[in-house]
């Protein structure tokens, strides 16, 4: 995973203008996810799996320079892209930490996380889901976007469909996995009124859900 992204990192916020496919309104979905989040200024939040930080603009635009973000990601060129946009647009509340999703000490207290176009590809998905719903306050967003394939499509279909857009067994294996539902069923079991927006004929998704009142 590291060294795909490393190989990625350098044109990564001009290729994935394409991701997944031309024509998709990724900016318009991150917009949308951000808003879900419901972040006021001065808040702090988490870009899991942050990459380059794409989605940096808009989150600092929601929580002004008294808030705080915290960008986790496990690959250094992804985030070295990120530092380099931080110090481009001198803001000097964020937080950029190296490490696996899965292993990361969330802070206490947060108002909101997010995760976009990563989840899926992340092994340890259900354990990012539950220790982020630990770390938040009360009422605080859980905000995941990714891709999905439709649930209409038939197993033999997507496998065609994989074997004509990409020969790689992991995407494969992505296929089959159908690592939507365990990101689904995670925050269900951990988080308070999940709300599931199927996006762009299902091939996309919008989750959200609010954290648990644990008497802090
Ligand atoms: C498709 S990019 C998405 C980046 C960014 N969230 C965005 O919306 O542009 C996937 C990112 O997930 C990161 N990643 C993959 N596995 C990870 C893990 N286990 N922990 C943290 N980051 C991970 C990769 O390094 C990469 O930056």
Not at 153 to 159: A, G, N
Not at 182 to 202: K, P
Request: with cysteine; net charge neutral.
């Amino acid at each position: 995973m590291i060294e795909t992204y490393r190989k990625k990192a350098k044109h990564y916020d001009v290729t994935s203008r394409l991701y997944p496919a031309p024509g998709y309104p990724q900016h318009a979905q991150r917009a949308r996810a951000v808003r879900a989040l419901g972040l006021r200024p001065g808040d702090t939040v988490i870009d899991v799996a942050c990459g380059t930080g794409l989605n940096f603009p808009l989150l600092e635009q929601a929580i002004g320079s008294g808030g705080r973000l915290v960008g986790v990601d496990l690959t250094d060129a992804m985030l070295e892209r990120a530092e380099d946009r931080v110090e481009a647009y001198g803001w000097r509340n964020v937080c950029l930490v190296r490490n696996d999703a899965a292993q990361f000490d969330f802070p206490g207290d947060v108002h909101a996380i997010l995760s976009t176009y990563a989840l899926t590809q992340v092994p340890g998905r259900e354990q990012v889901i539950a220790h982020g719903a630990a770390a938040l306050r009360a009422g605080g967003r859980w905000v995941v976007l990714d891709l999905k394939i439709p649930d209409s499509t038939p197993r033999w279909l997507s496998k065609v469909g994989v074997a004509v857009v990409h020969t790689s067994g992991s995407l494969d294996e992505w296929v089959a996995r159908r690592p939507w539902e365990t990101i689904r069923e995670a925050m269900q079991a951990s988080l308070e009124d999940l709300t599931w927006t199927e996006l762009c004929f299902g091939t996309a998704f919008l989750a959200a859900g609010l954290g648990l009142d644990r008497g802090r």
